[in-house]
Every structure is written in C-alpha cells, then in structure tokens.
C-alpha cells in the first residue's frame, strides 16, 4: 500500500483510563493497477504511529482491523491500523518454464495416411455423367 496523505493528530481522552492520548490517521492507496483504492486508517497511541514510521510516497505492507457498527440506522466502518513495515521489492526469481505434455506410445500417435497417386485416384472419382434419353428411374 501506497501511502498518500497523513492527516493530523487528534487528542481525545481514553476510555480505559481516561488520559489523554492522540489518534492519527493516514490515507493509503492500494497498489492496484487498474482499480486502486484508497483507505484512510486509524492509529490508535503515540506509540504505534511512531514505531510505523511513514512516510508519504512510500510503500509499505499495513496490518489493520475492520469493524463496523450502528449508529441511528446507519454503518460506519473504520480501519485501525497497527503496525506497518516497509514493503521491499523482492528480487525476480526466473520461473521454470513448464514443458508441455506429450505422451508417449502408444497413447499419443499422429494420424499417418500415405497417399499415392492411385489413392487420390479412387477417393476423388468424377460423379457419373446424368442418363440421356429419359431411361432415369428418378420421378422427376
């Protein structure tokens, strides 16, 4: 995932033990090359988002968490993102090319005819010439 934007910080007060503390957020696009999509992701902590160590252009592989919830009849679905790790490229190893299979005798044998001049002589016979004279038994 590419990252496009950081956002700023927002400090809120904790739930679990009502300090302050501060949410950042980040817009990451995937690398997707004909449909990319791009998700904003929450951190949750001063300590994760330091430790995530993002920068804007950069790609990185971004561990998260999809949950959605109820609010007056509507969904909101939110993405917090934990950890992040730098996305190396890695080196292009060559593929074996697959051989084709071909299977041997006697599963597999190419037709063979062998013509020769009186064979084509026989299979390609001029149709008879019509009868003169009305001696035809077709009634038409």
């Not at 817009?27 to 904003?40: N, R, S």
């Not at 561990?63 to 959605?68: A, K, N």
């Amino acid at each position: 995932m590419r990252i496009v934007d950081i956002l700023p910080s927002m400090e809120y007060i904790s739930k679990r033990d009502g300090k302050p503390s501060n949410k950042h957020a980040f817009v990451g696009e995937t690398l997707d090359a004909q449909y990319p999509k791009k998700i904003c992701f929450d951190v949750f902590g001063d300590d994760k988002w330091i430790q995530m160590k993002l920068m804007v252009g950069n790609v990185y592989n971004i561990s998260f968490d999809l949950q959605s919830r109820e609010w007056n009849g509507k969904w909101f679905t939110n993405a917090t993102a934990f950890a992040a790790s730098a996305d190396v490229p890695q080196q292009q190893v060559p593929q074996p090319q697959q051989q084709q299979f071909m299977p041997q005798a006697p599963y597999y044998q190419p037709a063979q005819q062998q013509y020769n001049q009186q064979t084509m002589q026989q299979q390609f016979q001029p149709a008879p010439a019509p009868m003169q004279g009305g001696n035809s038994n077709v009634p038409f």
